[in-house]
C-alpha cells in the first residue's frame, strides 16, 4: 500500500478496448490510422498484468 504510487494507472478489463490494450489504437483518442508511439504502462485490475499503451505519436 502506497500512496504516492501513481506511476501506473489502473484500469478495467471493461472499460478499456482490447485494441488500446494492445497498442493497436491511439489510448486517449481511438485512432487507428495514425502514428502511434509509446505513452504509458496502465495495470489491468484482477488479471495482475501490466501493459504499455501507445497513443498518436504528434498528439
Ligand atoms: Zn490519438
Not at 471493461?14 to 491511439?26: K, N, Q, T
Not at 495514425?34 to 501493459?51: E, N
Amino acid at each position: 500500500m502506497s500512496d504516492t504510487m501513481t506511476e501506473t494507472p489502473t484500469v478495467t478489463v471493461d472499460e478499456v478496448s482490447i485494441a488500446r490494450l494492445h497498442g493497436f489504437a491511439c489510448w486517449t483518442c481511438g485512432a487507428v490510422t495514425h502514428q502511434l508511439a509509446p505513452y504509458d504502462d496502465v495495470a489491468v485490475a484482477g488479471t495482475g498484468r501490466t501493459w504499455t499503451v501507445f497513443r498518436c505519436a504528434h498528439a
